[in-house]
């Protein structure tokens, strides 16, 4: 007879507030199906996006008391006083690359003696990613993108994705929107690209290849996503190849320029390595014929390749400006020289349904059988950041990072 597990579903404890969460009732439901020795306990929670009723409603026993649970499970980093030695843990630690605002918290991992798995290191044996919310980082990044033109340009009035009860419910605000002749640019191609575009699609936009974006001139609205080879190039101008990219970033140099020329609104939705060349240098904003009025800066890299992206923004405050020339936050959509800029760094968490429940979907086809069952794939061991007491070999690397030696990380 299998063990007993006891699953804890924990309430979201950062702020700003998260509503989501890993385990939404249905997707619990089927997890107790399929692992008859789980039992699934859930904390209650009053901003959490499934309320406590609808787990009551099917079956779930809600308690503040989760000592007696073997996992617990989360979304984004748990506040250290709620930390219960001994157990495991699921979330998004935001430890692994060395952030120094979450130092401490795997300081106390590893002295209570827990086990940390982290979602972003979930992956298969060809090192891709098995869960993720990127895709509605796209979904919802794309909105705001159009969201922030409308309030700028004073065309057209879109609420919060926030505001919303779901996808489907945004989607129809959504389709009442006309846009003006306009050209608006995606880079990316993988999940939060996607979801961009399946944003976008809502319009029915005229999707259009880069060199028709670059040289061509539409009288309707029209869409370009480009992959890496059309923003950088290789220094010694030998042909461009993917894989080399990403192994050798450094030997890549900018080419996005032209397309600041001819761009309305810019949404980022690329992945990008500290050792890459940058999109957007405070240079290229001064220039005369730089076009950009929004920046939808779905990726969200601090010092990294935008230099607009000052700070992250939040949900409640999502835009601020960005001066051009004097290269400093300024109030939004006052000044029509500066550019406006949308970093949310958390933009699922505005659709929390949708997105819970595509995750905790995630989880159940690709995750709980090597949790719960049989890791013979090593999922649950590549994710495994500490483990008795210590830093597991994968993550040995972190050590000087705990005992602040390290340059530290935002």
């Given at each position: 007879?299998?063990?007993?597990?006891?699953?804890?579903?924990?309430r979201?404890?950062?702020?700003?507030?998260?509503?989501?969460?890993?385990?939404?009732?249905?997707?619990?439901?089927?997890?107790?199906?399929?692992?008859?020795?789980?039992?699934?306990?859930?904390?209650p929670?009053?901003?959490?996006?499934?309320?406590?009723?609808?787990?009551?409603?099917?079956?779930?026993?809600?308690?503040?008391?989760?000592?007696?649970?073997?996992?617990?499970?989360?979304?984004?980093?748990?506040?250290i006083?709620t930390?219960?030695?001994?157990k495991?843990?699921?979330?998004?630690?935001?430890?692994?690359?060395?952030?120094?605002y979450?130092?401490?918290?795997?300081?106390?991992?590893?002295?209570?003696?827990?086990?940390?798995?982290?979602y972003e290191?979930?992956?298969?044996?060809?090192?891709?990613?098995?869960?993720?919310?990127?895709?509605?980082?796209?979904?919802?990044?794309?909105y705001?993108?159009?969201?922030?033109?409308?309030v700028?340009?004073?065309?057209?009035?879109?609420?919060?994705?926030?505001y919303?009860?779901?996808m489907e419910?945004?989607?129809?605000?959504?389709?009442?929107?006309s846009?003006?002749?306009?050209k608006?640019?995606?880079?990316?191609?993988?999940?939060v690209?996607?979801?961009?575009?399946?944003?976008l699609?809502?319009?029915n936009?005229?999707?259009?290849?880069?060199?028709?974006?670059?040289?061509?001139?539409?009288?309707?609205?029209?869409v370009c996503?480009?992959?890496?080879?059309?923003?950088?190039?290789?220094?010694?101008?030998?042909?461009?190849?993917?894989?080399?990219?990403?192994?050798?970033?450094?030997?890549y140099?900018?080419?996005f320029?032209?397309?600041?020329?001819?761009?309305?609104?810019?949404?980022?939705?690329?992945?990008?390595?500290?050792?890459?060349?940058?999109?957007?240098?405070?240079?290229?904003?001064?220039?005369?014929d730089?076009k950009?009025?929004?920046?939808?800066?779905?990726?969200?890299?601090?010092n990294?390749p935008?230099?607009?992206?000052?700070?992250?923004?939040?949900?409640?405050?999502?835009f601020?400006?960005?001066?051009?020339?004097?290269?400093?936050?300024a109030?939004?959509?006052?000044?029509?020289?500066?550019?406006?800029?949308?970093?949310?760094?958390?933009?699922?968490?505005?659709?929390?349904?949708?997105?819970?429940?595509?995750?905790?979907?995630?989880?159940?086809?690709?995750?709980?059988?090597?949790?719960?069952?049989?890791?013979?794939?090593?999922?649950?061991?590549?994710?495994?950041?500490?483990?008795?007491?210590?830093?597991?070999?994968?993550?040995?690397?972190?050590?000087?990072?705990?005992?602040?030696k390290?340059?530290?990380?935002?």
């Open positions: 007879m299998k063990k007993r597990i006891r699953i804890g579903v924990l979201e404890t950062k702020n700003p507030p998260d509503r989501r969460v890993a385990i939404p009732p249905l997707t619990g439901l089927q997890i107790l199906n399929k692992y008859p020795n789980v039992s699934i306990f859930i904390q929670s009053d901003i959490r996006c499934f309320t406590d009723s609808e787990y009551r409603e099917q079956g779930y026993f809600l308690t503040d008391d989760l000592r007696d649970c073997d996992i617990l499970i989360g979304v984004k980093e748990v506040s006083p930390l219960i030695p001994n495991t843990y699921l979330f998004f630690s935001h430890t692994a690359k060395q952030q120094l979450n130092r401490e918290l795997l300081q106390q991992i590893i002295k209570r003696n827990i086990t940390l798995i982290d290191y979930l992956t298969d044996n060809k090192h891709q990613r098995l869960v993720a919310f990127g895709h509605w980082a796209g979904v919802v990044g794309a705001k993108a159009l969201r922030a033109r409308g700028r340009t004073d065309f057209f009035d879109l609420p919060p994705a926030s919303c009860k779901d419910e945004m989607y129809l605000h959504l389709k009442k929107v846009l003006k002749p306009i608006i640019l995606i880079t990316g191609g993988g999940r690209a996607m979801g961009a575009m399946q944003t699609r809502v319009l936009l005229k999707e259009v290849t880069p060199e028709q974006f670059l040289h061509e001139s539409f009288n309707e609205p029209v996503r480009i992959d890496p080879e059309y923003y950088v190039e290789r220094k010694d101008r030998g042909e461009f190849n993917l894989k080399d990219f990403y192994e050798n970033p450094e030997q140099r900018s080419i320029k032209p397309f600041t020329k001819v761009t309305d609104l810019f949404i980022a939705c690329h992945y990008w390595d500290p050792k890459s060349p940058k999109f957007l240098i405070p240079e290229d904003y001064k220039e005369d730089f950009i009025s929004v920046i939808a800066d779905v990726s969200c890299d601090l990294g935008i230099a607009s992206t000052l700070r992250a923004s939040t949900i409640a405050s999502s601020y400006g960005y001066d051009r020339f004097n290269e400093e936050e109030i939004p959509f006052v000044d029509k020289k500066n550019v406006t800029v949308m970093a949310v760094d958390n933009l699922p968490g505005e659709l929390p349904r949708d997105s819970s429940i595509d995750f905790g979907e995630a989880l159940y086809q690709n995750v709980y059988e090597a949790l719960l069952d049989d890791d013979s794939d090593g999922i649950i061991e590549r994710a495994t950041i500490a483990k008795d007491g210590r830093l597991t070999p994968q993550f040995a690397y972190l050590h000087a990072y705990l005992e602040g390290d340059v530290a990380k935002v």
